[in-house]
């Protein structure tokens, strides 16, 4: 890895199909078993691997999902936290009268900005009150007190990033930028006309992912724990993240985009904006790519992805709906 790193990922089920693709992607990653809502196989995970870092970034992250399947949502995004945590603390017997000792592992939840659902205020902080409005919502703030509290508790080094919406070329298909950018170049190839979405005026604060993550490593790299903020601090609606994507394809969104009830959420969060300025200031984060180069570099990867392989993209991700 470039940082040095020797990483570990936690594997869950048997004969996960994902290994193979994570393989294609990351063939250096060694790989353990384990699974978030057993806490025994996480002790297990965290005595085999004695890790120095301990990033959690697994979840049901899915938001509509998550009312779907409302109670697998709390026990793996809130209470696998708590299990997470208990491993790191059960396996360097730390407890109430027994603190960390120098070199102790570091501890690092994704949280979301999700937490912050109808928002009190514009931009957010790491102060902003929490009003989530799903599931997801709900689960991901009872993992961020949680961290905040053993850190409290325990003494742990456990930060927390608020991590507003980040994507790749390696999002999946049903998170809206993807779909987006996956359907603009169908429709540009010829194998699709439509694209079916649900609320246009929804805004996020849409960033790169591979800024995101060096983030994360800035955390765990200081020399106290805390939570921060991490996003762009410019918002866009899903309208003006379509009408770009297509732009870039040379087309008009106008002649192809299709509202459909079936993706208009129970509750919806309206409007998403980050303020980075802790980030900024405590750790010397700041985001390198911007809205229009991330939209670009999407669609230009699918286009590319499409043109070069001999099968449509659902072969490969699945289908892209929920
Ligand atoms: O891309 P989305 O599904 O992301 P959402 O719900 O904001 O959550 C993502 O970001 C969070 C913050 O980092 C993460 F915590 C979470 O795990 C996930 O990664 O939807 C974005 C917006 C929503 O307002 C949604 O209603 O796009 C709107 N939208 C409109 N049509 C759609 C669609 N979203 C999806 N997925 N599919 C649509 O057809």
């Known amino acids: 890895m470039a940082q040095g790193y020797e990483v570990w990922g936690l594997v869950r089920g048997q004969a996960n199909p994902r290994v193979r693709q994570l393989r294609q992607v990351l063939g250096d990653v060694k790989l353990v078993r384990g699974d978030l809502l057993d806490q025994g196989s996480l002790i297990s995970a965290v005595e085999r691997v004695q890790p120095d870092e301990v990033y959690n970034l697994a979840a049901i992250s899915y938001v509509p999902m998550s009312w779907q399947q409302a109670e697998l949502t709390g026990e793996v995004t809130g ?4 299990r997470v945590l208990e491993a790191i ?31 009190r205020e514009s931009p957010q902080t790491e102060v902003t009150p929490f009003h989530p409005r799903s599931p997801y919502g709900v689960g991901k703030a009872y993992g961020h007190f949680l961290t ?30 993807r779909k987006v950018s996956l359907g603009v170049a169908k429709i540009k190839l010829g194998y699709e006309r439509q694209i079916r979405l649900g609320n246009m005026g929804a805004s996020r604060d849409w960033g790169f992912a591979g800024d995101y993550v060096r983030a994360m490593y800035l955390m765990l790299a ?8 991490i996003g762009t601090g410019v918002t866009h609606s899903v309208e003006e993240l379509v009408s770009l994507a297509f ?43 911007g809205f229009e180069e991330l939209i670009s ?25 929920w």
């Open 79 to 82: 209470l696998g936290v708590l």
């Open 89 to 119: 603390r059960v396996c360097s017997g730390i407890s109430a009268s027994r603190s960390p000792g120098r070199g102790q592992i570091r501890f690092y939840q994704a949280s979301s900005s999700e937490m912050f659902g109808q928002v």
């Open 148 to 177: 905040q509290n053993y850190r409290e508790s325990y003494g742990m080094f456990a930060a927390s990033g608020i991590l507003f919406n980040h994507e790749s070329p390696r999002r999946g298909v049903e998170f809206v930028t």
């Open 222 to 229: 200081a020399s106290e724990p805390a939570d921060y903020v």
């Open 247 to 289: 732009e870039v394809a040379g087309l008009d969104w106008r002649d192809h985009v299709v509202t459909d009830a079936a993706f208009i959420r129970p509750a919806e969060v309206d409007r998403l904006c980050a303020d980075p300025a802790k980030a900024r200031e405590e750790l010397g984060w700041e985001p390198k790519i």
């Open 297 to 321: 570099m999407m669609v230009e990867a699918d286009l590319k992805l499409l043109s070069t392989s001999d099968h449509h993209a659902e072969d490969s991700f699945g289908p892209d709906s």
